[in-house]
Structure formats: structure tokens, C-alpha cells
């Protein structure tokens, strides 16, 4: 395939219609629409080989530079230490506690918190895996399967939480729609998602931490963002960038994805240190946290 020229063979881009795109970074199958500047895969995985990717091996990877994460279970302690700044923020935001629903939940972590602190919270996941560790280990109101299929009263939550959710989506433009259905008026939608116009995704282009072939489909920046949230007339109030909490030794092993020098110095120096095990919050300034409130827009 001429990577070059542009294609005009995709399907309609969710933002602006326009079906022709050119390559971003045609080795990892990214493009950008002409018409509008959103960038995605070229490949949109169907409801299938979605729910074959979110298998165990996602959550407990031999390769998570590329796909899923080393161990989420064994990882808990710094998840949940994550999702508890992530709340406390929330909380400031929404400026009152009520019914919550975490979308793309995965084993129910940040639902636990949100339980334990007053919240009368619910979440949905489409991994199987992910929703049989919650059933057996987690006492936590999770639902199996998309938002599409689950029978929620529309007009019920207060806040909507979709971490790090959006960019797997084969459609994110309809998630917003059914999470514009689900919250109250004025109820707020809180989620994450890398950042393709930050500092870091310019500098290592295919390289950047936020690309992730087969896994991440839709790669949005603050303005591509917005403006898909205001098409569902959801306000975005607020985007800020946020980081999380990773002991010290998955932050060099990361490293090695950018330099593998810097890898080895830094391996060697956390070693003598005796730091490996230290918990550090690390924020590289590339993943947004975005705010937005159900309302009327002028649109
Ligand atoms: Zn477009």
C-alpha cells in the first residue's frame, strides 16, 4: 500500500463525516482525517475481536510496552492510590457525592473506592476476565457488557467515569451519546485519554507511550476531544493532564522504550540506590483528564 497518498476508502469519521485520511504514522496503522484533524487507526476492530483482546493475557501481559498491562491484580495498591487522587478530584468537581457509573470498570478497583467513600457506585465492563475477578473477589455492582446493551434508567447518574476508556472504543462518538443519556442534567462526565498533540507524543511520534497498535483506535486532542463532546452537548468545563502512581522500577523499564542507554544508567543507579520498590507519581504531562458537564449548547 502507498502509504503516501491519501485514502479515501475509510469509514465516515465520527467527528466531521469525511471518509479520506492521510498516514500519521503509517508502521503503526494511525491516520488523520483530512477533513477534520482526528486521529485514528485504520483498522476498527468489531465487538468480537474487542472481547477476544480483553482476555487475561491483556490484564497480565508478557509485553505491556505494547499491549495491556504487566499484572493489573498485582498492581492494585498503585491503581487504587491513582483512582483516589483521581476521585478526590472528582468530588471537588461534581461538588456533591451521589450515584456514580464507572464505564469500562475493568476489575472494579475504582469502584471499591468510590463505594468505600459514599458513593453509590456502579460500572460496566465488556472483559469477561476482568468482570469474573470482580464476581469472585470484589464485592462491587458490576455489569458485563457494553453500554449499549445495558439496561440503565436514562437521566440516573450524577457522575460518569470513563478512565482511560475512549480510545479503545470502535466508537467512541456513541458512547458519549448513551453517557449524554445516562446522566442527570447537569451531571458531570469525567475521563482520560492520551493527549496526540502533547509535547511527549510530538517528540517520539510512533514511539510515544500513548500509541498502542490493535489497543488504542482513536487518539484525540484536546480540541478534537471537545469537539466530539459538544456534538452529544456535553460542556467540557475543565481539561487538565494528569499522571500516576508507578514504583520506580516500571518507570526505567518504560525508559527503555524511549532509550535503552538511559535504561541501563538508570537501572544501575536505582540498584545501588536500593529504590526499586519506590512508589513515585509520575506525570509526563500526555494524558488528558477531561471534564464536562450535561447541558444545553448553542450547537
Ligand atoms: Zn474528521
Request: proline content about 4%.
Amino acid at each position: 500500500m502507498n502509504h503516501h497518498a491519501p485514502r479515501t476508502d475509510l469509514s465516515p469519521c465520527i467527528l466531521c463525516g469525511s471518509s479520506s485520511g492521510r498516514y500519521l504514522y503509517p508502521s503503526a496503522g494511525i491516520i488523520t482525517c483530512t477533513g477534520c484533524g482526528l486521529v485514528r487507526a485504520d483498522d476498527i476492530p468489531d465487538q468480537g475481536r474487542l472481547m477476544e483482546l480483553y482476555s487475561e493475557s491483556y490484564f497480565r501481559s508478557t509485553n505491556s510496552g505494547a499491549l495491556g498491562y504487566d499484572d493489573y491484580i498485582a498492581d492494585r495498591d498503585k491503581i487504587c492510590r491513582t483512582f483516589r487522587k483521581r476521585l478526590r478530584e472528582v468530588e471537588i468537581q461534581a461538588g456533591r457525592k451521589g450515584k456514580l457509573l464507572d464505564v469500562g470498570c475493568a476489575t472494579g478497583f475504582f469502584l471499591e473506592i468510590a463505594g468505600q467513600l459514599g458513593w453509590e457506585a456502579k460500572g460496566i465492563e465488556i472483559s469477561a476476565f476482568a468482570c469474573e475477578f470482580a464476581r469472585r473477589h470484589m464485592s462491587v455492582d458490576i455489569m458485563c457488557g457494553s453500554l449499549a446493551q445495558a439496561e440503565l434508567i436514562p437521566e440516573s447518574f450524577d457522575v460518569i467515569t470513563m478512565w482511560d476508556f475512549i480510545e479503545h472504543c470502535p466508537d467512541p462518538s456513541t458512547e458519549l451519546a448513551h453517557a449524554h443519556r445516562l446522566l442527570k442534567p447537569g451531571g458531570l462526565l469525567a475521563l482520560t485519554t492520551p493527549n496526540i498533540s502533547s509535547v511527549s507524543a510530538r517528540i517520539w511520534g510512533a514511539r510515544w507511550m500513548g500509541i498502542k497498535q490493535g489497543e488504542h483506535l482513536y487518539y484525540f486532542s484536546p480540541a478534537t476531544i471537545k469537539r466530539l463532546l459538544l456534538k452529544h452537548h456535553l460542556v467540557p468545563i475543565r481539561v487538565k493532564h494528569v499522571g500516576k502512581y508507578i514504583d520506580v522500577d516500571f518507570f526505567i523499564k518504560r525508559t527503555g522504550q524511549y532509550s535503552a542507554t538511559v535504561q541501563r544508567l538508570l537501572s544501575r543507579a536505582s540498584r545501588w540506590l536500593g529504590v526499586s520498590d519506590v512508589i513515585i507519581y509520575v506525570n509526563p504531562f500526555d494524558i488528558m483528564l477531561v471534564y464536562a458537564r450535561k447541558g444545553i449548547t448553542s450547537e
